[in-house]
T-cell receptor, first 114, second 109 residues
Framework: GAVVSQHPSRVICKSGTSVKIECRSL??????MFWYRQFPKKSLMLMAT?????????EQGVEKDKFLINHASLTLSTLTVTSAHPEDSSFYIC??????????FGSGTRLTVV | DAKTTQPTSMDCAEGRAANLPCNHS???????VYWYRQIHSQGPQYIIH???NNETNEMASLIITEDRKSSTLILPHATLRDTAVYYC??????????FGSGTKLNVKP
């Protein structure tokens, strides 16, 4: 079946630095990928839609300059959290799919900003 | 977009069937119902999806009412490993997945 690989699974960074998270579709091509954020004991919140070869579209209230998304190929999307602060600490999850037949999710990245 | 309503939590005895309900009263004709689950600190896992007819796979069964305003996910023989948060999602515009609050299923020995 379709596999989405997310890397790293955990990252700790210092406040003010930037962190890049990768999302790869291993055995299929994904023109569209999605990035989610999840706080403890809360549901997943859609942050943005990553479109191959074009700009990402962000959900209302998500800072596009804080969360930079690049979808340079059909199998790779990256999320960069710029100038990270402790309030950016969260669980970040990506997904990719074929539209009406569902979506496969990555295993998530636990970001801790200290 | 159609929103979903699910109970916050449910308990189920190990070995018994777990029936998880979902209301999606504003669903439109071309929107699918998807079910995913999330085990702690992992990404969501696909379970099943359907449009109008009942569906069954190796993991679960999906029962959709005739008016499509509600559905039930059935795990026929729940095990402790089925303890998770279960999300019912209506696929909007064949594009974005918006998650509701889900149901925390507690399978007890």
């Amino acid at each position: 079946g379709a596999v989405v690989s997310q890397h790293p699974s955990r990252v700790i960074c210092k406040s003010g630095t930037s962190v890049k998270i990768e999302c790869r579709s291993l055995d299929f091509q994904a023109t569209t990928m999605f990035w989610y954020r999840q706080f403890p004991k809360k549901s997943l919140m859609l942050m943005a839609t990553s479109n191959e070869g074009s700009k990402a579209t962000y959900e209302q209230g998500v800072e596009k300059d804080k969360f930079l998304i690049n979808h340079a190929s059909l199998t790779l999307s990256t999320l960069t959290v710029t100038s990270a602060h402790p309030e950016d600490s969260s669980f970040y999850i990506c997904s990719a799919g074929t539209g009406r037949y569902g979506y496969t999710f990555g295993s998530g990245t636990r970001l801790t900003v200290v | 977009d159609a929103k979903t309503t699910q109970p916050t939590s449910m308990d189920c005895a190990e070995g018994r069937a777990a029936n998880l309900p979902c209301n999606h009263s504003t669903i439109s004709g071309n929107e699918y119902v998807y079910w995913y689950r999330q085990i702690h600190s992992q990404g969501p896992q696909y379970i099943i999806h359907g449009l109008k007819n009942n569906e069954t796979n190796e993991m679960a069964s999906l029962i959709i009412t005739e008016d499509r305003k509600s559905s039930t996910l059935i795990l026929p023989h729940a095990t402790l490993r089925d303890t998770a948060v279960y999300y019912c999602i209506v696929l909007y515009n064949f594009n974005k997945f918006y998650f509701g609050s889900g149901t925390k299923l507690n399978v007890k020995p």
